[in-house]
T-cell receptor, first 111, second 113 residues
Framework: RKEVEQDPGPFNVPEGATVAFNCTYSNSASQSFFWYRQDCRKEPKLLMSVYSSGNEDGRFTAQLNRASQYISLLIRDSKLSDSATYLCVVNIGGTASKLTFGTGTRLQVTL | ETGVTQSPTHLIKTRGQQVTLRCSSQSGHNTVSWYQQALGQGPQFIFQYYREEENGRGNFPPRFSGLQFPNYSSELNVNALELDDSALYLC????????????FGPGTRLTVT
């Protein structure tokens, strides 16, 4: 079983739609959770951290369910510029601040 | 832009050769991590350097090695290149106080033929 699993997509949605991505992680000792965004042939960029209480940043809302080992990202009012791959990322802890990435979910927003 | 730079941008090598990739971290960041991203996959952790010492390693063989310099810049060396080493190699830097908020450079795309 992969440490971090995501639906690879692609998700094709019209502009203005709401889209949700899900992610599960296998290690219950995971301590920190993030969503990164990666544009085609570019580096990953930190989109937002994910907290147990849930957090929101503009059109983006992230949720964490530790009991189910499940992370979600909701994007409201999708824009063309949201088209990218969204990577679910966890940190298990230990001596190194190693990030473990999912394979990513590709989003294509269309007119 | 994150301020993390990597060189070279692209590189083509032959199987069996050796390669050195370079990374300059963002100003003030003292921790550097290296990741390998194969096509269609998420980045995989290779190792991390903190205060010029290796601070953790992923599931990569010893032919992957690294260095960190006093100015916090870093090198990734790969010996005896294999075809499967073809990938995007990403460097990420972070503050000691926020080690999980990592900022990535643009990467070096390595092709092994």
């Amino acid at each position: 079983r992969k440490e971090v699993e995501q639906d690879p997509g692609p998700f094709n949605v019209p502009e203005g739609a709401t889209v949700a991505f899900n992610c599960t992680y296998s290690n219950s000792a995971s301590q920190s959770f993030f969503w990164y965004r990666q544009d085609c042939r570019k580096e990953p960029k930190l989109l937002m951290s994910v907290y147990s209480s849930g957090n929101e940043d503009g059109r983006f809302t992230a949720q964490l369910n530790r009991a189910s080992q499940y992370i979600s990202l909701l994007i409201r009012d999708s824009k063309l510029s949201d088209s990218a791959t969204y990577l679910c990322v966890v940190n298990i802890g230990g001596t190194a601040s190693k990030l473990t990435f999912g394979t990513g979910t590709r989003l294509q927003v269309t007119l | 832009e994150t301020g993390v730079t990597q060189s070279p941008t692209h590189l083509i090598k032959t199987r069996g050769q050796q390669v050195t990739l370079r990374c300059s971290s963002q100003s003030g960041h003292n921790t550097v991590s290296w990741y390998q991203q194969a096509l269609g996959q998420g980045p995989q952790f290779i190792f991390q350097y903190y205060r010029e010492e290796e601070n953790g390693r992923g599931n990569f063989p010893p032919r992957f090695s690294g260095l960190q310099f006093p100015n916090y810049s870093s090198e990734l060396n790969v010996n005896a290149l294999e075809l499967d080493d073809s990938a995007l190699y990403l460097c990420a830097s972070s503050f000691e106080q926020s080690p999980y908020e990592q900022y990535f450079g643009p990467g070096t795309r390595l092709t092994v033929t």
